[in-house]
């Protein structure tokens, strides 16, 4: 078993509680549930996609690398990823 897959596994247990919970709160949040159940279902075969948009400095990288559990993306105090990154395992 390699260093990724606990943390991996960790975050499928994550996304399948919340979609638990999203459906026990009742009918007005079942689209949320199953959209987490999609995205459970693609992490754990590795075709989780994610894009995250937003105005410069806004901590997207920073987020990503917390996500990611490891400083992947740059941070800094000027823009640092002012064009499209695709972060592959």
Known sequence: ???ATPQLEVRSQTLRRAAELL???GANYLAFSIGLE???SRLETGRFHLA???QF???KST???AFLGDAILPTGVMPLTTIPN???F
């Open 38 to 40: 999609t995205l459970q």
């Open 63 to 65: 987020l990503l690398n």
């Open 57 to 59: 400095k806004r901590r």
């Open 86 to 88: 695709r972060v592959r």
């Open 1 to 3: 078993m390699d260093e």
């Open 52 to 54: 995250l948009l937003g």
């Open 23 to 25: 459906r026990a709160l």
